[in-house]
C-alpha cells in the first residue's frame, strides 16, 4: 500500500530502501513502478521542485534584506539584488544540465551534486567541492536555527512590550528557544529522504509567503504613517557610520544578498526527484528555476525595499524581529510563527543531502553491520485485519541525525550573531558552489573549447563573483569579529 514520510500502509513494512535495492532485484526501465536506474519512479513536477527552491530560498534572508538596502542605497541596493538573481538563475541552470552525463535524457544520472562534481571534474576538485558543500549545509543548519530562536524569542518580546509598554527592555535569552528548535529538528530529521518531504516544503513555501506578505503589510503602512518614503540613493550617511564602517557593511550587505539566494548545493538533489522524460528533467528544472527565481526576486524586491522606505538608514538588520514593528503584536506574532514553521522545513531541505551522503558512506563502508544497515519495524497503528501504520527506524539514522542537530544546535548557542552568520555563509558558498563548479562542470559537460569566446565569457564570469566573495567574507568576519568584543558565550539576550 502507499509510503509517507518513511510511515508505510501495509500488513508488512514494505523497506524504505526500496530504491536502493530494487536495480538489485531485476527491475526494468520499461516498469511502471521503477525508472531507467531501476529506482522507484519519481514524481516531482515543476511546481514541487518550484516548493523545494522557495523553500530553502526564501528563507531568513527575506528579512535582512531592508538592511541590506539601506547599507547600498536605493540605487545599489536593488541593482546589487537584481544581479544576483540573474547570476543564481544562469549558473543554476548550467548545473541543470549536468545532472545526466551525455544527453539529457537518457544519460547517466547524478544523484547529487557531489556526483555531478564526480563525473565533470576530477582530483582535488572533487574533494574541495565536497568539503565546501557540506561545511556549507552545516553553517546553513546554524544559521537557520539562530534564525527561528531569534523569531520565537521575538513572539514571547511582542507580547512582553504589549504588556510592560516599549519603554520595557524585556530582554530574554535565545538559548532555550534554539533548544526548542533543535528538539524540533531531531524529530523531522527522521524523515528518510528527500522524496518523502514534499509536504513539508510546500507546508513550509506558504508559510514562507505569509510572513513576506506580513512583513510588506507592515512596511507600507509605517510609510503611510511616515507620509513618505524614507532612505538616500547612496545608502546610510558618512557620519551615522564611519567611512571604514560603511565600506565593511556595504560589503557584508553583498554577502547577505548572495545567501538570500543561494541554493545551488542542492539543485541536483531537487532535480533527482523530478519524473523521468519527457520532457527531460534539465528542461523541468530551468522552468522550475525561472519561477522560483522570479518569485523570489518580487517578493525580496518588494521586502527588502519597504523595509528601507520604511525605516531609512534605522532599517532593523531582521524586520520582523529587531522591533520597527510593535503594533499590531498579534499580526507580529503569525509572522514570526510562520517564520519558525519555514524555517524547520528549510532546515531538513538543505541536510537531507548531508544526511544522504554520510549515511551512504556508512553502508559502503560497513556492509554488514547491522546497527548501520537493520531497519526496526516500529508499529503505530493496527487494525484487527494486521493492516496498518508502521515506521522503519534505523538505529544509525536516528543517532547520526540527532548528533547532528544536537552539534549545530549548541554552535548556534555560541554564535547567535545572526546578520554577520548570514554574510559570512552567502560569501563563502557564493563563488565555488553557486558559480564555479557549475561554470567548470558546463564547460566540460558541452565541450566549450578553451579561449574561445564563450569560455572566456564564463571565466569572467566566474572572476568576478570571486572578488565580490571576498569583499563580502572581509566584511562579514569584521562584523563578527566586532560582535565577539562584547558577547558572552550561552548569556546572548535580545
Known sequence: MGEINGVVAAKQCYPAAAKEVSAELGHTAGSKLYDDDGRLKRTGTMWTASAHIITAVI?????????????????????????????????SALLADCYRSGDESTGKRNYTYMDAVNANLSGIKVQVCGFLQYANIVGVAIGYTIAASISMLAIKRANCFHVKGHGDPCNISSTPYMIIFGVVEIFFSQIPDFDQISWLSML?????????????????????????????????SIGVVTPIDKVWRSLQAFGDIAFAYSYSLILIEIQDTIRAPPPSEAKVMRRATIVSVAVTTLFYMLCGCMGYAAFGDNAPGNLLTGFGFYEPFWLLDIANA?????????????????????????QQRWPKSWYITKDIDVPLSFSSSGSGWCYKMNLFRLTWRSAFVVVTTVVSMLLPFFNDVVGLLGALGFW???????????????????????????????????????????????GIMSDLKVYKPFATTY
Open 59 to 91: 528563507g531568513s534572508g527575506v528579512l535582512s534584506l531592508g538592511w541590506a538596502i539601506a547599507q547600498l542605497g536605493w540605487v545599489a541596493g536593488p541593482a546589487v539584488m537584481l544581479l544576483f538573481s540573474f547570476l543564481t538563475y544562469y549558473t
Open 204 to 236: 513550509a513555501a506558504v508559510m514562507s509567503f505569509t510572513y513576506s506578505t506580513i512583513g510588506l503589510g507592515l512596511g507600507i503602512v509605517q510609510v503611510v504613517a511616515n507620509k513618505g518614503v524614507q532612505g538616500s540613493l547612496t545608502g546610510i
Open 432 to 478: 565555488p558552489l553557486t558559480v564555479y563548479f557549475p561554470v567548470e562542470m558546463y564547460i566540460v559537460q558541452k565541450r566549450i573549447p578553451k579561449w574561445s569566446t564563450r569560455w572566456v565569457c564564463l571565466q569572467m564570469l566566474s572572476l568576478a563573483c570571486l572578488i565580490i566573495t571576498v569583499a563580502s567574507a572581509a566584511g562579514s568576519v569584521a
Open 338 to 362: 510562520a517564520i519558525v514553521i519555514h524555517l524547520v522545513g528549510a532546515y531538513q531541505v538543505y541536510c537531507q543531502p548531508l544526511f544522504a551522503f554520510v549515511e551512504k558512506w556508512a
